[in-house]
């Protein structure tokens, strides 16, 4: 069954230094989504991604925080400077554009540890 | 007031123990409800997902929302030791590219 992975598992990185997290959506799938999740709290939306342009972004996804869709596989979310506060798990979504409602399907996420 | 409440727990019931799990949720426009289970440091999984006001059954799983009063449930019947997760309802406004708005979650042991 085809799903949506995610690299790294596990990424420590110091305050101030630029990550990038990798995605593979489902390979059929037109819309993309970073969402995140800070230990105990709830699953909050980043971005979504659509014909190679965001379609629409949250708050939390200001200057510091940029999506890229490279080479027709992958999905990247790229942080430039990180911060404490970035330390969460962060999760790829995937769907694609047919009849009513689609199903998201999520990745097993990245967990983001800014020391 | 928060877009959507839901009850952290955790919550701990016997093998076999009917479980209902609720949301409630302050913005009228939303029109998809799902439900999300969450295995630990696994992605969120869509479990079932129901349309405007009423019922849906699969399996063990019945999902429920009442718009009227911005109130959605999950029942499980039967519960099993593997239905031990967390558990997220999620909305939507509309079928097409919106952002899904989650729940905190509510994390479930079910002890055999």
């Known amino acids: 069954e085809p799903e949506v992975t995610q690299t790294p598992s596990h990424q420590v990185t110091q305050m101030g230094q630029e990550v990038i997290l990798r995605c593979v959506p489902i390979s059929n799938h037109l819309y993309f989504y970073w969402y995140r999740q800070i230990l105990g709290q709830k699953v909050e939306f980043l971005v979504s991604f659509y014909n190679n342009e965001i379609s629409e972004k949250s708050e939390i996804f200001d200057d510091q925080f940029s999506v890229e869709r490279p080479d027709g596989s992958n999905f990247t979310l790229k942080i430039r400077s990180t911060k404490l506060e970035d330390s969460a798990m962060y999760f790829c979504?995937?769907?694609?554009?047919?009849?009513?409602?689609?199903?998201?399907?999520f990745g097993p996420g990245t967990r983001l540890t800014v020391l | 007031q928060k877009e959507v409440e839901q009850d952290p727990g955790p919550l701990s019931v016997p093998e076999g123990a009917i479980v209902s799990l609720n949301c409630t949720y302050s913005?009228?426009?939303?029109?998809?409800f799902m439900w999300y289970r969450q295995y630990s440091r696994k992605g969120p999984e869509l479990l079932m997902y129901?349309?405007?006001?009423g019922n849906k059954e699969d399996g063990r799983f019945t999902a429920q929302v009442d718009k009227s009063s911005k109130y959605i449930s999950l029942f499980i019947r039967d519960s099993q030791p593997s239905d031990s997760a967390t558990y997220l309802c999620?909305?939507?406004?509309?079928?097409?590219?919106?952002?899904?708005?989650f729940g905190k979650g509510t994390r479930l042991s079910v002890i055999a």
């Open positions: 999620a909305m939507v406004r509309d079928s097409g590219n919106t952002p899904l708005v």
């Open positions: 129901t349309y405007s006001s």
């Open positions: 979504a995937s769907r694609t554009d047919r009849g009513s409602y689609n199903e998201q399907f």
């Open positions: 913005n009228s426009a939303f029109q998809y």
